[in-house]
């Protein structure tokens, strides 16, 4: 694979890229994911001012970048990028330019007053309660080897009862199957959070275990592949496509869409906000509240039931 070509930036700069990284990682404690995303929009973002500026780059040039700099990065972007990757870019930069500040760099203001782009609100897409049990029955036998299909029902009832990403499902190890009923989930930023195991999430777990012909170790990854190795997203994500033909799901029947039935079922069944907002690991409450939108009959049902005038 060709290697991408060095920044165009001053040894001094490149410093402090790898300074501001450094305190990304250790004091703000991002993820390594985070990390390689931020660290792909700070690239692109210095390659596109070294052309725009025709030289190489130092810190004093960043500086005395103007709002018409800036401007015509994210113009720059418009064409090839989705509104969404260049505002999630913004925020990258003013990240950098908030550490540069920090450190006692006089900072223009003009990037802090940028702008990203409008970025349409997609409603969460949630499987009916039917349709999830349907799934969940289904993928028991859905592969001729029989201690995969026991994975593939426990990492789907996970994801499902305990309302995980798939990224968090698999990160887990075996050390972390819970005795108890509370499983212990790392999200996103490393934040910690509590959620409730069902026992059939246990009993999905404790069959695939005891199926799987791999030995397992305290650090071994829970969710193992057909070699060995830890389980890669993409071989589940097939699975579940396979899935979705077999029963006529609709297209966005994704192994997140069953981490947003697990959100729209909770509230469905009179869950407060402010607890799915917790067992979610979401930052906001603005998050959450998307699934408002999506239960509205139940929402509208317990207003004429409860309102004096309805």
């Known amino acids: 694979m060709e290697q991408p070509s060095p920044l165009p930036v001053t040894p001094s700069l490149g410093g402090t890229i790898a300074a501001w990284e450094d305190w990304m990682r250790h004091v703000k404690r991002a993820s390594e994911h985070t990390l390689v995303s931020y660290r792909h929009d700070l690239d692109h973002f210095l390659r596109f001012l070294s052309n725009h500026l025709g030289e190489r780059l130092d810190s004093a040039q960043l500086l005395t970048l103007q709002a018409r700099d800036f401007r015509a990065w994210m113009a720059n972007r418009h064409s090839e990028f989705e509104a969404s990757s260049t505002a999630r870019a913004l925020s990258t930069i003013k990240n950098f330019f908030r550490y540069l500040e920090k450190q006692g760099e006089d900072v223009s203001s003009a990037i802090f007053h940028m702008r990203g782009p409008k970025i349409k609100k997609s409603l969460p897409r949630a499987l009916g309660e039917e349709q999830a049990s349907d799934a969940i029955t289904a993928i028991a036998t859905q592969h001729e080897e029989p201690w995969i299909a026991k994975r593939d029902l426990a990492l789907l009832i996970l994801i499902y009862g305990c309302g995980l990403r798939i990224s968090e499902a698999l990160s887990l190890r075996y050390k972390d199957i819970p005795a108890g009923d509370v499983l212990s989930i790392i999200g996103k930023g490393n934040k910690q959070r509590q959620v409730p195991v069902l026992p059939a999430v246990h009993s999905a777990l404790d069959d695939y275990v005891k199926a799987c012909p791999y030995p397992f170790s ?38 997140h869409a069953f981490r947003h039935s697990f959100a729209t079922h909770l509230l469905a069944g009179g869950g407060d906000l402010r607890s799915i907002q917790e067992l979610l690991g979401h930052a906001s409450l603005s998050t959450t509240q998307r699934y408002t939108h999506v239960d509205k009959a139940r929402l509208m049902a317990a207003y004429k039931n409860a309102h004096p005038r309805a």
């Open 218 to 255: 305290p650090l071994s990854p829970l969710f193992i592949g057909l070699r060995g190795d830890s389980l890669n997203p993409a071989v589940f994500q097939r699975e579940l496509r396979k899935l979705r033909r077999q029963l006529g799901l609709p297209e966005s029947t994704t192994p």
